[in-house]
Structures are given as C-alpha cells and as structure tokens.
Nanobody
Framework: QVQLVESGGGLVQPGGSLRLSCAAS????????MGWYRQVRANQRELVAD???????NYADSAKGRFTISRDNAKNTVYLQMNSLKPEDTAVYYC???????????WGQGTQVTVSS
C-alpha cells in the first residue's frame, strides 16, 4: 500500500504562486507515475500534471506554461509549482500514484487551493 499526504494549499491572489507537496510512504518502490488532479465540480477530477519514474512529464492544456511538476526521490516527494494563478484554478487538488500489476491508483486526501482577490 501507498500513503499520500498533500500540503501547501491555501488562499492566494490572482497572479500569485503556490507550491503543493505530496509525500509518499509505504510501498513506494516500483511506482510507475505520480500526478496531480483537481476537482472543480462534484465527483469530477481532472488531470493537471503527472510525472513518470523516468522523469517524463505531461500537463493539461490549462496548466502548460504556468505549472511545473517535479520530484525529489530522496524525500519521496512530488511537487506542483503553480504560477500565474487564476480564479478558475480554484479547486481541491489531489495527489495520485500508480504502481504494480494490475495497475493500482492511490489517492491522497486533497488540499484546497483558492484563488481570489
């Protein structure tokens, strides 16, 4: 099993920046990828960015050029650097990890990001 704990959410003004962190623990070896999703409406989660164990990254169109996903293997932590934040970025952001066969997806508890004046 894998446990994921998010942190770094909060209230920021439009144009501001925020960095989300996701600390993984438990059976963390052989993780295929980790990513960030956001829930902008009830029961609807959208991929924001993900990163494989090889370092390949993928971003939603809305995140390209503004958000950067990265990882620190020594700390077993994945980050999402969010710049030029917009009110439409307001959502609960969830960290996710995929590993094993059949592929299993794990989820964190989520962290609230609010962009408002």
């Amino acid at each position: 099993q894998v446990q994921l704990v998010e942190s770094g959410g909060g209230l920021v003004q439009p144009g501001g920046s925020l960095r989300l962190s996701c600390a993984a623990s438990g059976n963390i070896f052989n993780i295929y990828s980790m990513g960030w999703y956001r829930q902008v409406r009830a029961n609807q989660r959208e991929l924001v960015a993900d990163i494989t164990n090889g370092g390949s990254t993928n971003y939603a169109d809305s995140a390209k050029g503004r958000f950067t996903i990265s990882r620190d293997n020594a700390k077993n932590t994945v980050y999402l650097q969010m710049n030029s934040l917009k009110p439409e970025d307001t959502a609960v952001y969830y960290c996710s990890a995929r590993r094993g066969w059949p592929m299993t997806q794990y989820w964190g508890q989520g962290t609230q990001v609010t962009v408002s004046s």
